[in-house]
């Protein structure tokens, strides 16, 4: 975790740079890396590494490597976040002159949502503000709305989010739960166990029924998709989902009683499933 007052320093750092480098909601990272006079180059590296930010002490200058086989292609959803990631490092003072003087060891760069180390959080949410800036990512939930004539919240707020700042449907999800204008609660699982979770804070604070590291409840929507032949349902699901499907909700607590919803993400590509949870 870091602490709000860092985020926020962070938060201010990428305003600035959004303000001189963007299209509508696309945040042109090529160009900040060019007027910051940092080349990327697109190669295959194996599995060493999503991308690495290196200083190269002989020219004294950056460079950032991008893995193009773990799926970081150029402008793809991944391979922007990947990108704005290394730019992180570059931007955030403790991180590039750590680099430059030795201090920090260059270091491999994942996308992986567990165990990181501090200045992986630390570039993860700068990326995650350069890509989704505030403003314009509150603006656009009510815009999207107005848009597609849907007044209720659903997944398609998220997707449709996550295709006006081409941003991965988990990234935007991550941001959503941050700074997002409903109240949501997630569960990302692969093979039928419970990976991690995202909730935003005005969402109840109720204890969960399920286990990161865990199988995910049976009568969940995502939970019938592991368990059950031919049940890979994306419509939302309202009628025979209920709270104590996930939660231990308390009897006094009458924010229980409204209707839940519930919809899934499968992601093709990378084999996990995004369970959205929401009221009215
Ligand atoms: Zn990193």
């Known amino acids: 975790m870091i602490r709000t007052s860092r985020k926020t ?12 480098f963007s299209d509508k909601n696309l945040t042109l990272l090529d160009e900040i890396a060019k007027f910051e006079n940092v080349p990327i180059y697109y190669d295959n590296y194996e599995d060493a590494f999503d991308g690495i930010l290196l200083y190269d002490t002989d020219n004294k200058d950056f460079h950032i490597h991008i893995n193009i086989d773990n799926g970081n292609k ?8 990947t990108l704005a990631h290394e730019l992180g490092h570059f931007f955030l003072d403790e991180h590039r002159l750590g680099l430059k003087y030795g201090l920090l060891e260059p270091h491999a760069s994942f996308h992986n949502i567990n165990h990181k180390s501090v200045i992986e959080i630390e570039a993860d949410y700068f990326a995650s503000c350069l890509l989704m800036p505030k403003d314009k990512f509150k603006n656009f939930s009510a815009e ?7 007044k209720e919240f659903s997944l398609d707020t998220i997707l449709g989010l ?15 739960g941050e700074i997002g204008t409903h ?19 005005d969402f109840p604070n109720w204890p969960f029924k399920f286990k990161v590291g865990n199988t995910i409840p049976q009568t969940t929507v995502a939970g019938e998709y592991f368990t059950k032949e ?12 209920s709270v104590d499907d996930w939660f231990y909700t308390p009897s006094n607590d009458n924010r229980a009683d409204r209707q839940m919803y519930e919809q899934c993400y499968y992601s093709d590509s990378y084999g996990y499933v995004i369970s959205l949870i929401w009221f009215d």
């Open 9 to 20: 320093q962070i938060s201010k750092l990428t305003e600035y740079v959004v303000n001189e």
């Open 74 to 81: 150029h402008n793809s959803k991944r391979g922007r976040f």
């Open 144 to 150: 999207h709305r107005k848009l597609t004539g849907n």
């Open 162 to 176: 996550s295709n006006s700042f081409q941003t991965s449907v988990l990234s935007t999800l991550i941001r959503f």
């Open 183 to 201: 109240e949501i609660f997630a569960v990302i699982s692969k093979n039928n166990v419970a990976k991690w979770f995202v909730k935003s804070n």
């Open 230 to 241: 031919n049940s890979k349902y994306t419509g939302i699901e309202s009628v025979s989902v």
